[in-house]
């Protein structure tokens, strides 16, 4: 029932900048934890960013310095933003919304993804 569409993707250079956008629609987000993940051809899906409902944010140690992550809870949207990016970072881009239940069960709901090109 959860719904996640990403946005805002496309060819960047490196050093530059793009701002994702992911627009949640089922739940609020107050109450989840959202993440960003990303998938580059041939690699396995890994952990950009999460956002806890309080606000706290951790970031994986590729992108910390570069990428914020933040939410709008009044919009239901999550946003990323990249900064100085890499040509490693391009992947395909994926929104995450982790719905709580009782401990320790959650459900995991994801986004069709955007893709994210870095290169000169």
């Known amino acids: 029932q959860v719904q996640l569409v990403e946005s805002g993707g496309g060819l960047v250079q490196p050093g530059g900048s793009l701002r994702l956008s992911c627009a949640v629609s089922?739940?609020?987000?107050?109450?989840?934890?959202m993440g960003w993940y990303r998938q580059a051809p041939g690699k396995q899906r890994e952990l950009v960013a999460t956002s806890t409902p309080g606000g706290n944010t951790r970031y994986a140690d590729s992108v910390k310095g570069r990428f914020i992550i933040s939410r709008d809870n009044a919009k239901n949207t999550v946003y990323l933003q990249m900064n100085s990016l890499k040509p490693e970072d391009t992947a395909v881009y994926y929104c995450n919304s982790r719905l709580l239940g009782t401990f320790p069960f959650f459900e995991d709901y994801w986004g069709q993804g955007t893709q994210v090109t870095v290169s000169s």
């Open positions: 089922g739940s609020g987000l107050g109450a989840e934890i």
